[in-house]
């Protein structure tokens, strides 16, 4: 068995003691969690050196820093250029804070920085220069300790194609100096404590989520014809920041017309026209945790019979998947149901075949041997979502091998179906594909250019599932009904032309 599948339900078992995981009226991460999750780490290694690497200050003049997510789940730190060392000697750890002494004129540039002497008091953790840091390491590694490292980079999907971080050079020169020296990442022991979210965490993303809930509330009550897909985005994530968010949690997706159907489309400079249907991903991070929710709308307040009919199917879906969770309840059956909600309804529609029905894919989608379901052409993702955290896509407990849902796990849901106009005519022809096309082509023509995705944050706790992201309208009468209140003035003044009636 792998070191990190191992070592990982030591470090759990070891976290769950140190009591990480709080009582429901917890309501932040404090600097005891931050040792909790250090002391798990230190439990589940013999002895070793672990060595993670903080975010190094932006250089292109400025974009805003933002800590690295595994560096600040151990240490609550939101500093540049730090670096973490703890080291385990038999049952004895200690833990070091390196840290750049800035210069008064280089404070007046970035600001102030926590001095070494005072990050003891700040962070618990003792400080030293980091001009120490080259040192300490060389005696470490003479030492013969096995070094244990936390990646650092910014999402963990881009874990196996790095190598250019600070860490990774690191790694790499160690290894060129010391080549006895054992080395292992822990990014899935960190990732497994990550998924777990304790009720401080929960309450963030509570804050979080609420807070894009006020920004897409507002974003309904501006959108009209006429507007800018820009305009709404600013008028997102000023609300966002006005509330006290960090920033943006991710690329903010304002999509109108066509652009609903291109799931990451972030251009957001297309002005809107009467009878299309306005796509908005977008929410807001608060300290540091991410929400993430989409609502689409129809950009004149009413939704068109077509677009009725697929925005239903996708909230039905939606529904379906949240009906099935609990504790200890399987992915697979929320995903089952949403699909059979969704094969009914685009069967209804004449929009596949059969409930059973394949049809060949283009170059790039990966299929089983027999053919994709015909649902798959609209529906191009799951009808779940993933988890939320730290990072927008956060570890999960249901990631893990059996997929069964736990309290702790924070999670979003979001059915989609999108008809991009091209679809068809991106198909291979093929006599399965000819056939399909012939009897599904006349119902494609009426919903071609719709694109309609609902996203919700969920938290799983002891007491049942709770809806993180409620206000923000997603039944076809609140939408609209939300849609004729009066609408404030726009960032900069005045309003889009209002067409409604």
Same mark, same amino acid.
């Given at each position: 068995?792998?070191?990190?599948?191992?070592?990982?339900?030591?470090?759990?078992t070891? !976290?769950?003691?140190?009591?990480a995981?709080?009582?429901?009226?917890?309501?932040?991460?404090?600097?005891?969690?931050?040792?909790?999750?250090?002391?798990a780490?230190?439990?589940?290694?013999?002895?070793?050196?672990?060595?993670?690497?903080?975010?190094?200050?932006?250089?292109? *003049?400025?974009?805003?820093?933002?800590?690295?997510?595994?560096?600040? *789940?151990?240490?609550?730190?939101?500093?540049?250029?730090?670096?973490?060392?703890?080291?385990?000697?038999?049952?004895?750890?200690?833990a070091?804070?390196?840290?750049?002494?800035?210069?008064?004129?280089?404070?007046r540039? #970035?600001?102030?920085?926590?001095?070494?002497?005072?990050?003891?008091?700040?962070?618990?953790? /003792?400080?030293?220069?980091? %001009?120490?840091? /080259?040192?300490?390491? @060389?005696?470490?590694?003479?030492?013969?300790?096995?070094?244990?490292?936390?990646?650092?980079? @910014?999402?963990?999907?881009?874990?196996a194609?790095?190598?250019?971080?600070?860490?990774?050079?690191?790694?790499?020169?160690?290894?060129?100096?010391?080549?006895?020296?054992?080395?292992?990442? !822990?990014?899935?022991?960190?990732?497994?404590?990550?998924?777990?979210?304790?009720?401080?965490?929960?309450?963030?993303?509570?804050?979080?989520?609420?807070?894009?809930?006020?920004?897409?509330?507002?974003?309904?009550? %501006?959108?009209?014809?006429?507007?800018?897909?820009?305009?709404?985005?600013?008028?997102?994530?000023?609300?966002?920041?006005?509330?006290?968010?960090?920033r943006?949690? *991710?690329?903010?997706?304002?999509?109108?017309?066509?652009?609903?159907?291109?799931?990451?489309?972030? +251009?957001?400079?297309?002005?809107?026209r +009467?009878?299309?249907?306005?796509?908005?991903?977008? %929410?807001?991070?608060?300290?540091? *945790?991410?929400?993430?929710?989409?609502?689409?709308?129809?950009?004149?307040?009413?939704?068109?019979?077509?677009?009725?009919?697929?925005?239903?199917?996708v909230?039905?879906?939606?529904?379906?998947?949240?009906?099935?969770?609990? /504790?200890?309840?399987?992915?697979?059956?929320?995903? +089952?149901?949403?699909?059979?909600?969704v094969?009914?309804?685009?069967?209804?529609?004449?929009?596949?075949?059969?409930?059973?029905?394949?049809?060949?894919?283009?170059?790039?989608?990966?299929?089983?041997?027999?053919?994709?379901g015909?649902?798959?052409?609209?529906?191009?993702?799951?009808?779940?979502?993933?988890?939320?955290?730290?990072?927008?896509?956060?570890?999960?407990?249901?990631?893990?091998?059996?997929?069964?849902?736990?309290?702790?796990?924070?999670?979003?849901?979001?059915?989609?179906?999108?008809?991009?106009? @091209?679809?068809?005519?991106?198909?291979?022809?093929?006599?399965?594909?000819?056939?399909?096309?012939?009897?599904?082509?006349?119902?494609?023509?009426?919903?071609?250019?719709?694109g309609?995705? #609902?996203?919700?944050?969920?938290? !799983?706790?002891?007491?049942?599932l709770?809806?993180?992201?409620?206000? %923000? /309208?997603?039944?076809?009468?609140?939408?609209?009904?939300?849609?004729?209140?009066?609408?404030? @003035?726009?960032?900069?003044?005045g309003?889009?032309?209002?067409?409604?009636?």
């Amino acid at each position: 068995m792998p070191f990190c599948t191992r070592l990982a339900p030591v470090l759990l078992t070891a !976290l769950l003691a140190l009591g990480a995981l709080p009582s429901p009226t917890r309501a932040q991460v404090t600097r005891s969690d931050y040792a909790a999750r250090r002391a798990a780490v230190a439990a589940g290694i013999d002895s070793g050196v672990v060595v993670a690497f903080g975010g190094v200050e932006p250089v292109t *003049y400025w974009p805003t820093f933002f800590q690295l997510p595994g560096f600040y *789940y151990l240490t609550g730190f939101g500093e540049t250029d730090a670096i973490f060392v703890l080291v385990k000697r038999d049952s004895a750890v200690t833990a070091t804070m390196f840290v750049p002494t800035r210069s008064p004129v280089q404070e007046r540039w #970035i600001g102030a920085r926590t001095r070494v002497p005072d990050l003891l008091a700040k962070t618990g953790i /003792p400080g030293e220069d980091i %001009a120490q840091f /080259p040192a300490v390491i @060389d005696s470490l590694a003479r030492s013969g300790l096995p070094f244990y490292i936390v990646p650092d980079v @910014d999402a963990r999907e881009n874990i196996a194609q790095d190598s250019l971080t600070r860490g990774s050079r690191f790694l790499s020169q160690l290894r060129a100096k010391h080549p006895w020296l054992a080395t292992r990442s !822990l990014d899935s022991v960190v990732s497994r404590l990550r998924a777990r979210k304790s009720a401080g965490e929960i309450a963030l993303l509570r804050k979080a989520a609420q807070i894009s809930v006020r920004g897409h509330r507002e974003a309904m009550k %501006a959108t009209a014809p006429g507007c800018g897909e820009n305009e709404i985005q600013a008028l997102l994530e000023g609300t966002f920041r006005r509330l006290g968010g960090d920033r943006p949690g *991710y690329g903010s997706i304002v999509g109108s017309g066509l652009n609903a159907t291109v799931l990451h489309y972030m +251009d957001d400079n297309r002005v809107m026209r +009467d009878g299309e249907l306005l796509l908005i991903d977008a %929410a807001g991070s608060f300290d540091h *945790y991410s929400a993430d929710v989409t609502r689409t709308l129809p950009v004149n307040g009413r939704f068109t019979p077509e677009q009725r009919d697929i925005y239903q199917i996708v909230r039905d879906a939606q529904e379906a998947f949240v009906r099935q969770i609990k /504790p200890g309840s399987n992915l697979s059956a929320s995903s +089952d149901s949403g699909k059979a909600v969704v094969t009914k309804g685009l069967l209804r529609l004449r929009l596949i075949e059969s409930a059973g029905a394949t049809f060949d894919p283009p170059q790039g989608m990966q299929c089983p041997p027999s053919g994709c379901g015909q649902q798959s052409l609209y529906a191009l993702h799951g009808y779940g979502g993933h988890g939320i955290g730290l990072e927008v896509h956060d570890p999960a407990q249901y990631y893990e091998a059996a997929h069964r849902f736990q309290p702790g796990d924070v999670f979003t849901v979001e059915p989609g179906l999108y008809f991009s106009p @091209d679809l068809l005519a991106s198909l291979p022809d093929t006599p399965r594909n000819q056939a399909m096309l012939a009897k599904v082509r006349p119902a494609f023509e009426k919903y071609k250019g719709i694109g309609v995705r #609902i996203e919700d944050d969920y938290a !799983l706790t002891g007491s049942g599932l709770e809806w993180l992201s409620t206000g %923000a /309208p997603r039944e076809i009468a609140d939408v609209e009904a939300l849609m004729r209140q009066r609408v404030p @003035d726009l960032p900069g003044g005045g309003g889009c032309e209002r067409l409604r009636t």
